[in-house]
């Protein structure tokens, strides 16, 4: 009868907290603060940033061809930027409050100020602009674009550099102690480290087999590149001083974007198939996924803020469900 009732418990505990059954026992390494609602967003939404500093939150809303500016203290949207053709990644430079957004349709990138909400410049890369990486230490932003090139320009939007790739970049991470940029190549099924200093490949690493290798983070001090694939659904952890494969775990379908968590050393993965893959880091070799929290299917970008200890997550609309912002905290 004990085991019984133990059952029951187990599984009203998974019910509640969107975990699987044989994780219903475990704490909830997630735990949903509140929402924000964007009532007017329609379609897909794509990257997001963040101004730690005045506490907003930049939404490219690319089906609603905007961009929604979120009060994270008032947990309201207080903006949107319309006209914009396909945005797809954000960038925010909080030394200068300007704000770059890189538009799929028509290949710009275009600056704005963050203040007036003013349209200060178009920089033209031809096609595909998708995601955006500022560099603190040289104050230049670096942007993915077209059949395949990184390009690097200034706050004033001039061009500063091109370094071309044998593919379209998909998420790609800078080293902050160093001068390599690491990409996620899926039309050449790999991964290109970049020097940009030099302004060139420095080498190429496969993923072991899966493909479509879209979203990417980095665990900079351990020296370990993390890389969820599509075809098949599995977290790739790669060794960073020579590329080699040091783990492979199934993971949520369609991930686009994935986020470490230094402190508690766990890995965010999101996935439009419904669902957060959470993996815990045992050390730097060794990795299991610990959770795999129901969201809501087609939700597969967010942003995590160590700063905030804020998981952000973009849901589009659903049904009679507006377009909304969940924001989850870290437990414990």
């Known amino acids: ?67 929604e500016v979120i009060d994270l203290k008032a947990n309201k949207l207080i903006h949107t930027i319309p006209g914009l053709d396909e945005p797809q990644g954000i960038a925010y430079i909080p030394s200068s409050n300007l704000l770059f957004v890189a538009n799929g349709k028509d290949g710009s990138v275009r600056e704005f100020d963050a203040s007036s909400w003013k349209l ?48 379209h970049p998909e998420s790609f991470q800078l080293e902050k102690n160093g001068s390599r940029i690491f990409v996620n190549l899926p039309g050449s099924r790999k ?7 030099t302004r060139t490949v420095l080498s190429s690493w496969g993923t072991g087999g899966p493909l479509a290798n879209f979203p ?27 590329g080699h494969r040091i783990a492979s775990l ?26 957060i893959s959470i993996f815990k880091q045992q050390d730097i070799d060794h990795y299991s996924e610990i959770a795999r929290m129901k969201t809501v299917r087609g939700a597969r970008t967010g942003y995590f803020s160590p700063d905030l200890d804020r998981l952000y997550l973009a849901v589009r609309e659903h049904g009679p469900q507006p377009a909304e912002i969940r924001v989850y905290m870290p437990q414990p």
């Not at 704490?27 to 506490?55: F, Y």
């Not at 980095?218 to 977290?235: G, S």
Request: proline share 3%.
């Open 216 to 242: 990417m983070a980095l665990d900079e001090q351990d020296h370990r590149l993390f890389v969820v694939t599509r075809l098949p659904a599995r977290l790739i952890v790669l060794d960073t001083e020579n």
């Open 120 to 167: 200060l410049n178009s920089i033209s890369y031809g096609d595909d602009a998708d995601n955006l990486r500022y560099d603190p230490g040289s104050g230049h932003t670096w942007v993915g674009y077209g059949g395949g090139a990184l390009g690097e320009f200034d706050q004033k939007g001039t061009k500063l550099a091109d370094i071309k790739l044998d593919a």
């Open 191 to 197: 991964i290109d480290v970049v020097d940009r200093k």
């Open 250 to 275: 199934p993971a949520v379908g369609d991930c686009d974007d994935l986020f470490f968590d230094q402190r508690r050393h766990r890995i965010y993965a999101i996935g439009g198939e419904g669902d």
């Open 1 to 67: 009868m004990k085991q019984i009732i133990l059952g029951v418990i187990l599984l009203s505990l998974a019910a509640n907290s969107g975990l699987s059954f044989a994780q219903a026992s475990a704490s909830v390494p997630l735990k949903l603060e509140s929402t924000i609602a964007m009532p007017d967003v329609q379609g897909r939404i794509d990257h997001l940033a963040i101004d730690l500093k005045g506490r907003r939150l930049f939404v490219a809303a690319l089906g609603n061809n905007s961009v």
